[in-house]
């Protein structure tokens, strides 16, 4: 008896090896899945984002209550769009995207499709059809509300291409994300956040690549 509960207590313990070793040979395996899709060099300046986006979409990927929706099909764009601008050779840069979603099970074109059609749908909406389109997606998501900063940026995106809001002071910008945020379960002190880091590493960014380009230009 005391043998059998021996090998039970081992059985265990190889098996909590073996799924903490399979979660970390997931990530190892997405990320061979990326280079052998994408088998480029990234320049360094791009190459953080290309590790932080397969990390996250990697993590997100295995959470039971993330969906996959308008917002952070927006909030994905806008962040690869932002940061792959002046990305050279630019035939590569879908490529890139293409690669970072499929190797963790994220279809590029649905996200292209899905991130276009609320850009547009944006674009012809006064602020009161946006906020019953939110209810309407809320509803339709009960019990899948899982957070990132993804979806930050993508009510971020969402507001910025409404009408309403153009030539508006940021104050009441940051109320309809406010409410937005409060609309699908979000607190807004950490969507206010993760909008705010995402524009001060944009302006990083930009200064960086002025930095490279003068630099380019001076040789």
């Not at 994905?76 to 050779?89: C, R």
């Not at 309809?176 to 807004?188: D, F, H, N, T, V």
Request: hydrophobic residues 35%; positive net charge; proline residues 3%.
């Amino acid at each position: 008896m005391i043998l059998a509960k021996s090998r039970g207590k081992l059985r265990s313990l190889k098996n909590y090896l073996g799924l903490a070793l399979s979660v970390r040979a997931t990530i190892s395996d997405s990320k061979s899945d990326f280079h052998k899709e994408f088998p480029y060099v990234i320049p360094p300046i791009y190459r953080k984002l290309a590790d932080e986006l397969l990390v996250e979409l990697h993590l997100l990927s295995h959470q039971k209550n993330f969906k996959k929706d308008s917002i952070f099909a927006a909030g994905l764009k806008e962040i690869f769009n932002k940061f792959t601008s002046g990305y050279k050779p630019s035939e590569h840069i879908t490529k890139l995207f293409e690669a970072i979603c499929n190797c963790n099970g994220f279809n590029p074109n649905e996200i292209n499709s899905s991130s276009e059609q609320l850009v547009s749908k944006a674009k012809s909406s006064t602020k009161e059809d946006i906020n019953e389109f939110i209810i309407q997606l809320k509803n339709e998501h009960k019990g899948n509300d899982y957070y990132s900063r993804i979806n930050a940026i993508g009510i971020y995106k969402l507001v910025s291409e409404i009408p309403t809001f153009d030539n508006s002071k940021e104050e009441d910008i940051n109320k309809e994300i406010s409410k937005i945020s409060k609309l699908l379960g979000y607190q807004y002190s950490r969507v206010e956040k993760d909008i705010s880091m995402y524009k001060s590493n944009i302006e990083k960014m930009k200064q960086a690549l002025e930095i490279i380009s003068l630099n380019l230009t001076s040789k």
